[in-house]
């Protein structure tokens, strides 16, 4: 019973990683080159993807074991968050589409409007792990 559940997690874990519609280095890029992207984010399993435009800060592992990125929303919504502006985290399993633009930014939107809660540069409290986050200092990112 114990080699049956070890190659049924090994195949669900194969299973999650092949319908991801983003790869950790096209992520990587993203976090590098500091540009926005569009994704089709699937919030609940038997509902369609809605569209999200993002800009996306970290790459990590949540506390529950999912690979995820932490991202500002600008963009898009679902039935439990606002249509705009809003700081998310967005596991990759649920990503099915991933789209670069040429738009590039500089600092976090949230430095630009008063109103939203600040990017924290000292990471998340939801993660377990930061494997790659944007270093706004010089523009650079930095791994964890």
């Known amino acids: 019973m114990k080699l049956y559940n070890l190659f049924k997690d090994v195949i669900l874990e194969e299973r999650n990683l092949l319908s991801e519609g983003v790869s950790q280095s ?4 993203a976090i590098n080159n500091q540009y926005n992207v569009k994704i089709e984010y699937r ?25 995820a990125i932490r991202a500002y929303q600008i963009f898009g919504g679902s039935k439990t968050t606002p249509k705009e502006g809003s700081w998310k985290i967005f596991r990759l399993d649920r990503i099915e589409k991933w789209e670069p633009t040429k738009v590039k930014w500089k600092q976090p939107v949230s430095d630009l409007d008063n ?5 924290n540069k000292l990471g998340d409290k939801t993660m377990s792990v930061v494997l790659k986050k944007v270093n706004l200092k010089n523009g650079n990112t930095t791994t964890s």
Do not use: C, F, H, M
């Open 115 to 119: 109103t939203i809660p600040k990017y």
């Open 26 to 29: 096209q992520i990587e890029d």
């Open 43 to 67: 919030d609940y399993e038997n509902e369609p993807p809605s569209k999200r435009y993002i800009q996306v800060y970290n790459l990590s592992k949540t506390k529950a074991g999912n690979y």
